[in-house]
């Protein structure tokens, strides 16, 4: 990230997540954007899948996988 000035992203509203026993998974979309270094703007949309799992008491992401949306 060091190429942008600035970045931010949000979650949109559909957030779920599903738990059972020791593995849970997240799903959500995230809009945001940033402006890289050279004044060039960009704008994006993720729809995004977590996989989670408990370790030793605590919950740790054990995947990732996110899909490129409509630009919002």
């Keep these: ?3 942008f000035t600035f970045w ?3 979650i949109e509203d559909n957030l779920e997540i599903s738990i059972s026993g020791d593995l ?3 799903t ?3 809009a945001g ?3 890289s270094k050279d004044g060039q703007d960009y704008k994006l949309r ?3 899948t977590h996989v989670w799992k ?4 605590s919950w740790r992401l054990v995947h990732e ?4 949306g409509d630009t919002p």
Aim: zero cysteines; proline letters at 0%.
């Design 24 to 26: 849970a998974v997240t």
């Design 46 to 48: 993720q729809h995004v």
């Design 65 to 68: 996988h996110l899909t490129v």
């Design 1 to 3: 990230m060091q190429q």
């Design 8 to 10: 931010e992203i949000a």
């Design 33 to 35: 954007g940033g402006q």
């Design 54 to 57: 408990r370790i030793n008491g």
């Design 28 to 30: 959500f979309s995230f």
